[in-house]
């Protein structure tokens, strides 16, 4: 699976902030939110605020389709 990045420094990893609680997911090419492993948040992914989401590599933050496609800019 391919995945979105973020537009600045490229990382794959953003978080948001849900009822407190800081939800880490990544983004397939696809635009679906995914879960860190590490966490049991499945369920909260679908009411992330898709207009601003943050960077976990930068302060960046911003619409998910400001999101780069990483699959893309590689090939
Ligand atoms: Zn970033």
Redesign the pocket.
């Known amino acids: 699976m391919d995945y979105r990045s973020?537009p600045?420094?490229g990382?794959t990893s953003f978080f948001s902030a849900f009822n407190g609680d800081k939800v880490v997911f990544t983004v397939s090419d696809t635009g679906v939110f995914i879960a860190d492993p590490d966490q049991v948040f499945d369920e909260v992914l679908s009411d992330i605020d898709i207009w601003q989401i943050h960077?976990s590599?930068?302060v960046?933050s911003g619409p998910i389709h400001d999101l780069r496609l990483e699959s893309i800019l590689k090939n």
């Open positions: 973020c600045s420094c990382a960077c590599g930068c960046w």
